[in-house]
């Protein structure tokens, strides 16, 4: 690899706040969400930028993307209730990221599928920090909610508010299974002026690296020009990712397929820390993977492409 002069800009495009008291404003919901131990409870800013300032010195911090993590809460809840839990949660990002000076955009929770959707939608870009929306979607496996709401790529309500998002210049983080890929594809290329980020490189397991379904699935993602790829939360995939070279693999596979223009590398915290990387191991092992990549390809790896991806 070429020799790399100065620090490389870092924009971390997936990180989360959690406020799990039992009198939190932040709409998280405690049954479900998790933090290590020692966190008390609170991951807020100032603990985020602590984690964060540990990267390798060739990294120059400059902010990321908070990432909502609602669409997995209140499993039981719909309507006006759930509502208010989503803009609850970006209205508390929001409060945070204030007390910094480094850049950050907001990704909020909306239940698409509900009929109100579009007045949430229009209060959620009234936050100046709001570039897009994530709704989890895995089905079958489900991520909490979904056992009750089923495969919403399938329903037309969810379907439609999908198609409103443009009309609020809102991206949209796209989290799913990988037997839900093709139908993913079908949908994104169907509304072409909406920009997705695929999350957590599509969910696999270890297992599902090896399944032609997944890669045949990523093709038809990457076939979508306005799609980009999150390389992200690989301890879900192995626990000793690093050391796996199926996993090493697949992410310079998934590089290749996308291009490093389209293609993110991020955090994840604080929920990768319970699996025991910390942002200071994480950024580590990424700038290792990363070695055999140039100077630009790097700066688009960890910066460039969530600028682009997230407007920043």
Known sequence: ??????????????????????????????????????????????????????????????????????????????????????????????????????????????????PTAPKLLARLVELPQVRGIRQILNHQPDWPRNARLGDLLENVQWRQGFSTLHEYGLSFDLQLNFHQFKKAAELL????????????????RLEDLSKEEYWEGLLSLAACPKTYMKISMLSYIHKAW???????????????????????FASNTPVDQQDAWPPDRLYAAFWSLAQPYGPESLRELFAGTARRAYRM
């Open 1 to 114: 690899m070429e020799s790399v002069t100065g620090s490389v800009p870092l924009l971390d495009p997936h990180f989360h706040f959690f406020d799990l008291r039992p009198d939190t404003r932040s709409g998280h919901d405690g049954r479900i969400l998790e933090l290590p131990e020692h966190r008390q409870g609170v991951y807020d800013v100032e603990s985020y930028e602590k984690d964060m300032g540990k990267a390798p010195e060739v990294f120059t911090v400059q902010g990321g993307v908070f990432l909502e993590a609602v669409s997995v809460c209140h499993v039981e809840l719909g309507g006006p209730t759930y509502e208010a839990h989503c803009f609850n949660e970006a209205s508390y990002a929001a409060e945070q990221l204030a007390k910094s000076s480094k850049s950050y955009v907001i990704v909020a929770a909306c239940a698409l599928e509900e």
């Open 189 to 204: 290329s169907s509304q072409p002026e909406i920009s997705v980020i695929i999350d957590h490189l599509g969910s696999p």
């Open 242 to 264: 690093d050391q796996e070279p199926s996993v090493l693999d697949a992410v310079h596979r998934i590089i290749r397929l996308f291009g490093v223009e389209r293609c993110m």
